[in-house]
């Protein structure tokens, strides 16, 4: 099951790209890391410009009770 940071993270990368059934977010480091893996075409749109969109997932992970000590990378 996954914990409810990386619930978070899906559900609002899902809301944002073409392809949601190619979001998955894989957690390693006992939850303190969250791999989010989208469809090539989506990995601009989840990053943003300069990384905005990104940062913004970070900030949104920073200030959840549950998210506070997660760090979340975006991989090919």
Same mark, same amino acid.
Do not use: W, Y
């Given at each position: 099951?996954?914990?409810?940071?990386?619930?978070?993270?899906?559900?609002?990368?899902?809301?944002?790209?073409?392809?949601p059934e190619e979001v998955h977010v894989r957690e390693s480091d006992e939850g303190? +890391?969250?791999?989010?893996?989208?469809? *090539? /075409?989506? $990995?601009?749109?989840?990053?943003?410009?300069?990384?905005?969109?990104?940062?913004?997932?970070?900030?949104? +992970?920073?200030?959840?009770?549950?998210? *506070? /000590?997660? $760090?979340?990378?975006?991989?090919?």
């Open positions: 099951m996954a914990s409810r940071p990386a619930e978070l993270i899906e559900f609002v990368v899902k809301a944002m790209v073409d392809n303190r +890391l969250l791999e989010l893996e989208t469809h *090539a /075409d989506d $990995r601009g749109r989840v990053i943003g410009r300069q990384g905005r969109v990104a940062k913004a997932m970070r900030a949104l +992970l920073a200030v959840s009770r549950d998210g *506070a /000590d997660c $760090r979340l990378d975006i991989v090919d």
